[in-house]
């Protein structure tokens, strides 16, 4: 008989979801339909962070402190085609993947965001930016008058580098995924959480390092001895920042102080994925229209024949993958939680039991009002 401690009599309003996390299911029920979906837009969202990734480490390791970077999009192969492409709006929005970059920055946390304040990075940072404006008066002198100036730069352009190497992996995982649906060996939510779970413990401790090449010297701007790893340094604060928090989105809430529409606290910020409304997606201003935009050219036949034949076909087909793409982030954040239990999910240790229990159940108080029972249905 296993030795287990009662459950407290102050039950969680989500007491259902914790007991499915740690019985290895998942936030999102099982079916079918759910499959294909998450699947489907599992695979077109690797396609699209496969170009996102290339474009951030572009950026970060040869746009370094160029001030105005107007081919920043273009990958090193500028072309009137592919400008005229650019201008028309045929293309990948890299906008949405620095917006991204943006609320991790801004967000913080983790031991990169602790690296990025402390004096070894200061450092770092002073001898590659020495090294870049060393014949370049102009710059050196407004880095005079605002001390801070470059060191900032510097700081976005880390992130720049740690979001392109999280999603170089996470990219590679959803195609995978979906060879593995193709393949008939995943077949239920359950098996699709597992398959990201095993994916992310694998990928837990790869470093996140970034250095720069100047005049033919390599400087070093996230060493590996920092000891910044995929899982707690990039990919939680990620989950963290665009999943949970966000930002507000320009047009839907007042930004005045006085109209008290945006909390005053970061933490209180729930704009994230987890949160948002696909009605409004489509609508100008909105950056998750260009994650949709983005997905909408590489959806799989299966997931569009799907969307076609139910309610407006594709009239409002990117309102239809945001709502499969929330399915999926709360496959992704069930995947997550159980790979950051603090013990294992089966064991029969009732210390470790409510210690599994306390863990889950503050995350899901921040859950308590994301779209969780929409997508129940």
């Known amino acids: 008989m296993t030795n287990t401690l009662p459950k407290p009599a102050s039950?969680?309003?989500?007491?259902?979801?914790?007991?499915?996390?740690?019985?290895?299911?998942?936030?999102?029920?099982?079916?079918?339909?759910?499959?294909?979906?998450?699947?489907?837009?599992?695979?077109?969202?690797?396609?699209?962070?496969?170009?996102?990734?290339?474009?951030?480490?572009?950026i970060a390791d040869h746009q370094f402190l160029v001030l105005f970077p107007f081919f920043k999009y273009f990958n090193g192969?500028?072309?009137?085609?592919?400008?005229?492409?650019?201008?028309?709006?045929?293309?990948?929005?890299?906008?949405?993947?620095?917006?991204?970059?943006?609320?991790?920055?801004?967000?913080?946390?983790?031991?990169?965001?602790?690296?990025?304040?402390?004096?070894?990075?200061?450092d770092l940072c002073r001898q590659a930016t020495t090294a870049k404006t060393k014949a370049n008066p102009l710059v050196r002198s407004i880095n005079a008058v605002f001390p801070d100036f470059l060191t900032e730069q510097v700081r976005q352009l880390a992130y720049y580098s740690a979001l392109g190497q999280f999603w170089r992996v996470m990219s590679d995982l959803f195609i995978?995924?979906?060879?593995?649906?193709?393949?008939?060996?995943?077949?239920?939510i359950p098996?699709?959480?597992?398959?990201?779970?095993?994916?992310?413990?694998?990928?837990?401790?790869?470093?996140?390092?970034?250095?720069?090449?100047?005049?033919?010297?390599?400087?070093?701007?996230?060493?590996?001895?920092?000891?910044?790893?995929?899982?707690?340094?990039?990919?939680?604060?990620?989950?963290?920042?665009?999943?949970?928090?966000?930002?507000p989105f320009l047009g839907t809430v007042s930004y005045n102080a006085q109209a008290d529409q945006i909390p005053a606290e970061q933490s209180r910020f729930q704009y994230g994925?987890?949160?948002?409304?696909?009605?409004?997606?489509g609508g100008a201003?909105?950056?998750?229209?260009?994650?949709?935009?983005?997905?909408?050219?590489?959806?799989?036949?299966?997931?569009?024949e799907f969307y076609l034949a139910h309610g407006r076909g594709l009239d409002d087909v990117r309102v239809k993958i945001c709502q499969s793409f929330q399915k999926s982030m709360f496959c992704v954040t069930s995947a997550s939680l159980q790979g950051l239990l603090p013990h294992a999910a089966d064991t029969t240790d009732p210390q470790e039991q409510v210690n599994n229990r306390t863990f889950l159940a503050a995350w899901m108080d921040r859950l308590i009002t994301s779209r969780l029972d929409v997508v129940q249905l």
């Open 11 to 58: 039950v969680h309003p989500l007491e259902p979801f914790i007991d499915r996390l740690l019985s290895a299911d998942a936030l999102l029920p099982d079916s079918e339909t759910n499959v294909l979906e998450v699947v489907g837009i599992l695979k077109s969202y690797g396609v699209v962070l496969d170009a996102y990734s290339k474009n951030l480490i572009y």
């Open 77 to 122: 192969e500028v072309s009137f085609g592919k400008l005229l492409k650019h201008w028309w709006h045929d293309r990948i929005n890299f906008e949405y993947a620095e917006y991204c970059m943006k609320a991790m920055l801004w967000h913080g946390g983790g031991k990169m965001d602790e690296f990025l304040d402390s004096q070894a990075f200061l």
């Open 176 to 188: 995978d995924l979906s060879d593995a649906y193709d393949a008939g060996t995943v077949k239920t």
């Open 191 to 247: 098996e699709v959480v597992a398959f990201i779970k095993a994916g992310l413990v694998a990928a837990a401790s790869n470093p996140i390092t970034y250095n720069v090449e100047i005049n033919g010297q390599t400087y070093d701007l996230l060493p590996k001895s920092a000891g910044l790893t995929f899982l707690m340094d990039v990919a939680v604060p990620y989950v963290e920042a665009v999943f949970f928090r966000g930002a």
């Open 273 to 281: 994925a987890l949160y948002a409304d696909p009605i409004p997606v």
């Open 285 to 304: 201003g909105i950056p998750p229209t260009l994650l949709m935009q983005d997905m909408r050219h590489f959806l799989p036949d299966y997931l569009t």
